[in-house]
């Protein structure tokens, strides 16, 4: 029972990340025999304890690997732990016929999860999306020296050596440029620079009572002086109008120059005519 409570606390670093360093460095590594026999009775008999110690004599890898992440701000621990995962699940797939030792195995799926961890959290807007972008993100980070933009022959050689072109590199390069910021802006700005942060330009006006009610005012009045507009206008005209444009089944030129007995142009004239004299009296209602 010790034993499995010991499994648990080691994979899951608590706040003293040092102390569980220490701790998984204690674990003894497997032989090449011992690492091959666990394999085998977990693969053929899902033995549960050869399980445990495949993982536990790794945990100390997982570290060396998570530490290699450190400059992306977020905690070891979470790195530490999101390895584990990976780990644990190298281990389920480990097959000892592969003739690869479990550590040289487990790298791909410790990384990958790793990985995904930070593209979740790194940032709020996600800099990358498909496969080629987040190859390229990993390895233009690592690319980089210095905090100063890439020249144009970095950029050449970086994106000779990923295979893309020049212009994704800078694009994703403007991307690890960028940096977050608070919807509400710092907690320190003051008046002079508050206005900048994005609630004050990015507010949702739509539905503010004061903006809703003068909006129906406005639409209500405008309604009113084109109802007003359109019974000043003789019977034809009104009736052309109402089928050219409110009615649900819209009357077609040709349809009304029929109906008339006129050329097809004559209505057009007479809508163009009416739709003037319109405009004319709601502006002067206005």
Same mark, same amino acid.
């Given at each position: 029972?010790?034993?499995?409570?010991?499994? =648990?606390?080691?994979?899951?670093?608590?706040?003293?990340?040092?102390?569980?360093?220490?701790?998984?460095?204690?674990?003894?590594?497997? *032989?090449?025999? !011992? !690492?091959?026999?666990?394999?085998?009775?977990?693969?053929?008999?899902?033995?549960?304890?050869?399980?445990?110690?495949?993982?536990?004599?790794?945990?100390?890898?997982?570290?060396?690997?998570?530490?290699?992440?450190?400059?992306?701000?977020?905690?070891? *621990?979470?790195?530490?732990?999101?390895?584990?995962?990976?780990?644990? /699940?190298? =281990?389920?797939?480990?097959?000892?016929?592969?003739?690869?030792?479990? =550590?040289?195995?487990?790298?791909?799926?410790?990384?990958?999860?790793?990985?995904?961890?930070?593209?979740?959290?790194?940032?709020?807007?996600?800099?990358?999306? &498909?496969?080629?972008?987040?190859?390229?993100?990993?390895?233009?980070? *690592?690319?980089?020296?210095?905090?100063?933009?890439?020249?144009?022959?970095?950029?050449?050689? =970086?994106?000779?050596?990923?295979?893309?072109?020049?212009?994704?590199?800078?694009?994703?390069?403007?991307?690890?440029?960028?940096?977050? &910021?608070?919807?509400?802006?710092?907690?320190?700005?003051?008046?002079?620079?508050?206005?900048?942060?994005?609630?004050?330009?990015?507010?949702?006006?739509?539905?503010?009572?004061?903006?809703?009610?003068?909006?129906?005012?406005?639409?209500?009045?405008?309604? &009113?002086?084109?109802?007003?507009?359109?019974?000043?206008?003789?019977?034809?005209?009104?009736?052309?109008?109402?089928?050219?444009?409110?009615?649900?089944?819209?009357?077609?030129?040709? !349809?009304?120059?029929?109906?008339? *007995?006129?050329?097809?142009?004559?209505?057009?004239?007479?809508?163009?005519?009416?739709?003037? /004299?319109?405009?004319?009296?709601?502006?002067?209602?206005?």
């Amino acid at each position: 029972m010790g034993n499995q409570l010991l499994v =648990v606390d080691k994979l899951i670093p608590g706040g003293n990340v040092e102390s569980y360093i220490q701790a998984v460095n204690t674990i003894p590594m497997l *032989s090449a025999e !011992e !690492e091959r026999e666990l394999a085998q009775r977990l693969h053929q008999d899902n033995d549960l304890e050869a399980a445990r110690r495949l993982v536990m004599s790794h945990l100390r890898f997982v570290v060396h690997i998570a530490r290699s992440y450190s400059g992306y701000g977020l905690a070891q *621990s979470d790195l530490i732990q999101e390895g584990n995962v990976g780990l644990m /699940k190298a =281990v389920k797939r480990f097959n000892p016929e592969f003739g690869v030792r479990l =550590v040289s195995f487990a790298v791909h799926w410790i990384k990958a999860e790793i990985h995904e961890f930070i593209l979740r959290n790194w940032r709020i807007v996600k800099i990358a999306t &498909t496969k080629a972008q987040r190859k390229l993100f990993f390895n233009l980070r *690592s690319a980089k020296k210095r905090l100063a933009w890439l020249t144009n022959d970095e950029v050449t050689a =970086v994106a000779e050596d990923l295979g893309v072109e020049p212009r994704v590199v800078r694009e994703m390069e403007g991307r690890l440029a960028s940096q977050d &910021t608070a919807f509400d802006g710092p907690m320190d700005d003051d008046e002079d620079q508050a206005w900048q942060a994005p609630a004050y330009y990015l507010e949702d006006r739509r539905y503010d009572p004061a903006q809703q009610a003068e909006q129906a005012d406005w639409t209500e009045d405008s309604n &009113t002086r084109l109802l007003e507009a359109l019974e000043a206008l003789d019977e034809r005209s009104q009736d052309i109008l109402r089928q050219r444009w409110l009615a649900e089944n819209k009357a077609t030129l040709h !349809e009304l120059a029929a109906k008339y *007995s006129v050329s097809a142009e004559r209505i057009r004239q007479l809508e163009k005519n009416a739709m003037k /004299k319109i405009r004319k009296q709601m502006d002067e209602a206005a």
